[in-house]
Every structure is written in structure tokens, then in C-alpha cells.
């Protein structure tokens, strides 16, 4: 079983449309979950951290952490075209070395 | 404010071709720093970091080592390219938060 897990996609969403990302991690002591996107030839550029259970707000884009299911989610409101790329779901360790583990992504294709 | 550098952008090696990548951090002193591969349509594998100067740890048995030269500086190297070494080579930095900033990669294709 692999560390991190994500839908293996690819997922398509017309514009406007809500899109939904999901990640699922396997060692409980993670402390620190992100989501990152990565447009095709590019570095990864974070966009989401999330560190406690609940949902957390930012523009389109809400993260949501349930550390009991070991379960992160992306969801992203009125999808646009500049959206479609690859999102990386890492989770980390609160730790002097701060390590993180990533999951395999997700392409998302928004389609006008 | 933080900035990373690499070079080169892009590098095209034959197999057995030694390797060395170079990644540089400004605006930052005694950062941790990563080394991840990315191989084509997959995740990111952390290969090494270092918390200091002459400090390495790897993560992975692999035909590839890291060194630290300088603070402010850290390079991946290989003394024979394999096949599978081909990838998108990614350093980075954490920040406050333990998330990455990643610098722009080099990509590497090992013929």
C-alpha cells in the first residue's frame, strides 16, 4: 500500500463546475497535509496546507482533513480552464527534518 | 524573500555519463534543503536532504549522492547514468509550515 494514495484520475469537470480531489494516507502520525499544483513542465507551487480536522477556506479552493479517516480532500468552486494542471496531495512530520510524502496526483482537465 | 535556483534547465546524458545538478538558495541562511525525482506521470520521491553543511541523508538506495558544500548549496551527483535515472529533478526548501518550495527543476533525459 502505498504512503499516500489519490484518485488516479484523470478528471474532467466543465467550467463552472465543482471539482473534487481526494487523498488518503496511511501512517496516522502525519501532522501536516498540502496540496500543491503542477502545471505540465513545471515545478509544484503550493496552493493548500491544512493541519487540523476540519475545512479550510481560501478563495475557490477549500481543503478538508479528517485525520480520523486519513482522508484529505481539494475542492475547487467554479472550476476555470486555468485550473486544469496535475494536484499532488504530500502530508508531512512537524519535525526539524520536515519530510514530505507524495502522492502520484491527479489531472484535472476543466473544459470551457 | 526565498528564491532557488538550478541548473542546468534541461540536460541530455548518455548512459554511463557522469552527472552533476546544482541547486543554490538565496535569501535564506542554514536552510534544510531536498533533492525529489519525479519520474513522467508519477509523484515526487525525496532522494536526499540535508539539514547543514556535509550533512546528507538518503532516503532511497539509489546510484546517486548528494553533497552540501556551502550553506546555500546543494548538488546531486552520479558517477555513471542509468536509464532509470531519467526524470524531473526538483530541489527544494521548507517553509514555516513544513510545506516545499520547490525551485524551477532540471529535467534529465538519459539516452
Request: hydrophobic letters at 30%; a neutral charge.
Amino acid at each position: 500500500q502505498k504512503e499516500v494514495e489519490q484518485n488516479s484520475g484523470p478528471l474532467s469537470v466543465p467550467e463552472g463546475a465543482i471539482a473534487s480531489l481526494n487523498c488518503t494516507y496511511s501512517d496516522r502520525g502525519s501532522q501536516s497535509f498540502f496540496w500543491y499544483r503542477q502545471y505540465s513542465g513545471k515545478s509544484p507551487e503550493l496552493i493548500m496546507s491544512i493541519y487540523s480536522n476540519g475545512d479550510k477556506e481560501d478563495g475557490r479552493f477549500t481543503a478538508q482533513l479528517n485525520k480520523a479517516s486519513q482522508y484529505v480532500s481539494l475542492l475547487i468552486r467554479d472550476s476555470q480552464p486555468s485550473d486544469s494542471a496535475t494536484y499532488l496531495c504530500a502530508v508531512g512530520y512537524n519535525t526539524n527534518a520536515g519530510k514530505s510524502t507524495f502522492g502520484d496526483g491527479t489531472t484535472l482537465t476543466v473544459k470551457p | 524573500s526565498q528564491t532557488i535556483h538550478q541548473w542546468p534547465a534541461t540536460l541530455v546524458q548518455p548512459v554511463g555519463s557522469p552527472l552533476s545538478l546544482e541547486c543554490t538558495v538565496e535569501g535564506t541562511s542554514n536552510p534544510n534543503l531536498y533533492w525529489y525525482r519525479q519520474a513522467a506521470g508519477r509523484g515526487l520521491q525525496l532522494l536526499f536532504y540535508s539539514v547543514g553543511i556535509g550533512q546528507i541523508s538518503s532516503e532511497v538506495p539509489q546510484n546517486l549522492s548528494a553533497s552540501r558544500p556551502q550553506d546555500r548549496q546543494f548538488i546531486l551527483s552520479s558517477k555513471k547514468l542509468l536509464l532509470s535515472d531519467s526524470g524531473f529533478y526538483l530541489c527544494a526548501f521548507p517553509g514555516m509550515g513544513y510545506e516545499q518550495f520547490f525551485g524551477p527543476g532540471t529535467r534529465l533525459t538519459v539516452l
